[in-house]
């Protein structure tokens, strides 16, 4: 019988000390009630919605931390859906998915030659075309997804074209194009990221996306960069 | 001893400007041309002309307190000598490894620093006087500011800078080092 009687006691407890105030309906007295973890009140939690000012932060602090693929997987895919709404064609649709990529190249170049320089004594720029664009390969691409990019060649045709070949891209991994829009690639997002990066460090360039699936990597893609004239006749002159 | 320091977007669009005031004591670097100048005072552009022509001493009152009128410190003048010095910096730019460029030109008793991000955004310091270091200093806790105003979603390279707690912390590293 002791089983049911403690419930009782219980309740009549907690029926006279309501009658006698309305504190004990906070959140802090039934806490008790249903016997929940006790919540320290003196280090006052900070309020929902004040956080701490970017100025504040550590630009460093998130060098090494790695974003969920499927939550990017999922944003992605909504943006390249949103923008086909949005367009004519294909060329359009590459070319929007390009302008979103050029927003967040401008910011990792900024980002990721602070982090690598902003330390030292006298921190250097890039101005020689070749170096810049190794710099992509490797520095940028490990910044963005992770890895050095597969290959990075000279076209052997004309004198202004490069391409940056990766072999599976990150991005690309969960999306299939239909057929009959086969000449998309959803890596002109990375094509906009490499034109802001060559444009932030004084190479303007035009940059486009193709897909060239191989028999191993079905999904490998070629970024072309294909140089403005003004480079290569300011590359001639530093020679 | 006065600094002004600009922040110029890719396509040299003035983003954010600060004047700052040192109160600390450095040897200004006269000019040759001071004093051998006729008085351009009964002019009505004065303060532009003598600035221009390198007369400093003519309209300096450098004791406590005075504004100081003419002789480079007008606003116009200050900007004009920061904006002619951008042929210079771009120049300097093209050979140039580094990113902070010190001494980079000079007008009348006004030198010209500047600091060059990688994506290209342009900071200037007119300056009377040597500091190197404190300037360096200076640029390189403006560049990290810089970088955490692009972070926001929201800004552009072309957006100006508007932000209060940016300027505080300009000016807080300004008086630190300048």
Partial sequence: MSSYAQPHSRVSVLSTSSQSSVEHLSPAASSTRFSLPSIPTTPQPKPAGVRPNIYDRNLNKTRITEVSAAAFTFLFSETVQYTQKRVSGINDLERRLNTLGYRIGTRVLELMVWRAEGQSKAPKREIRLLPALMSIHTQVWRAVFGKPADAIEKSVDNADEYMIVDNDPLIERYISVPRDMSQLSCSSFTAGIVEAVLDGLGFPARVTAHSTPKAQYPSCTTILIKLEKSVLEREEVLK | ?178
């Fill in chain 2, 1 to 178: 001893m006065s600094h002004h320091l600009y922040l110029l977007s890719p396509s040299d669009t003035p983003l954010y400007s600060l004047t700052f005031y040192s109160t600390r004591p450095t040897s200004t670097v006269s000019s040759p041309l001071a004093g051998n100048l006729p008085n351009w005072s009964t002019s009505a552009f004065a303060g532009t002309l003598t600035a221009l022509s390198g007369a400093s001493s003519s309209a300096h009152q450098t004791s406590s307190g005075t504004v100081r009128m003419g002789g480079g410190q007008d606003r116009h003048v200050i900007q004009m000598i920061a904006n002619a010095s951008l042929d210079v910096i771009e120049d300097a730019m093209k050979t140039q490894t580094t990113m902070y460029f010190k001494s980079v030109d000079k007008f009348n008793e006004w030198t010209v620093s500047a600091f060059v991000t990688p994506g290209n955004m342009k900071f200037l310091l007119l300056h009377e006087g040597k500091n190197d270091d404190g300037i360096k200093a200076f640029f390189t806790d403006v560049w990290e500011l810089y970088v955490k105003t692009m972070l926001n979603p929201f800004h552009t390279a072309h957006t100006p800078v508007r932000s209060a707690v940016f300027d505080t912390r300009v000016r807080a590293s300004a008086k630190k080092y300048l």
